[in-house]
C-alpha cells in the first residue's frame, strides 16, 4: 500500500477553499480526497467536515449507498445540533433527489419520504439558527416547492418501495 503523505497545518487553509473550488467544478472526488487530507491534520475541522459532506452529497447518483454512509459518518462528528439539523437535511434531501433521478416504481415515494425527513430536520434548523441566518428556510422552501410542482411526489405506499433511513 502506498503511503499518503500528511499536509502541514498551515497549509489547511488553502486546502479548505481548494476542496470548496473542486465541489464547484464538479470534482467532488477531489474534493473528498482534500477534506481527508485535512481531517488526518484537524480532526474537528467544521469546514473540512461540511465540504466533506456535501462534497459525499454529490456523488450520490454515482455511489449512492457507500457515499451516504460516509457521509452520515461525517455528520455524526459535526458537533453543533444547528449544523448537525442543517447538513442532515441536506444529506437527506439531496438523498430523496438522487433516489428520484435514478427513477423506477418506488422513486415517487421514498423521494418524498426522504424530503419530508429533510423539511423536519430544516424545521430543526430554523429554530436554532442565530439571527439573520435564514439557510434552512431556503432548504426548506426549496423541498416544499418541489413537493408542490411535482404530482408524483406523494405519500402513497408503494409496493416497491425502500426505507430511505434504515
Not at 498551515?10 to 482534500?34: D, F, H, K, Q, W
Not at 430523496?96 to 415517487?108: N, S, W
Amino acid at each position: 500500500m502506498i503511503e499518503l503523505k500528511h499536509l502541514t497545518a498551515e497549509a489547511v487553509p488553502a486546502a479548505l477553499e481548494r476542496g470548496r473550488r473542486y465541489r464547484l467544478l464538479n470534482e467532488p472526488g477531489e474534493a473528498e480526497s482534500i477534506c481527508h487530507d485535512v481531517l488526518a491534520v484537524d480532526p474537528d475541522n467544521r469546514d473540512a467536515l461540511t465540504t466533506l459532506l456535501l462534497a459525499l452529497t454529490d456523488q450520490f447518483a454515482r455511489r449512492p449507498g457507500a457515499a451516504f454512509r460516509a457521509a452520515q459518518e461525517a455528520l455524526e462528528k459535526l458537533t453543533g445540533d444547528y449544523d448537525r439539523a442543517y447538513y442532515g437535511g441536506i444529506l437527506l434531501e439531496r438523498r430523496a433527489k438522487a433516489a428520484l433521478a435514478r427513477g423506477g416504481p418506488a422513486a415517487p415515494h421514498n423521494a418524498y419520504r426522504g424530503l419530508v425527513q429533510a423539511m423536519e430536520r430544516f424545521e430543526r434548523a430554523i429554530e436554532l439558527r442565530e439571527p439573520g441566518n435564514d439557510e434552512a428556510v431556503l432548504r426548506w422552501n426549496a423541498c416544499a416547492r418541489l413537493l408542490n410542482g411535482n404530482p408524483l411526489l406523494r405519500d402513497e405506499p408503494a409496493a416497491q418501495a425502500v426505507e430511505l433511513l434504515e
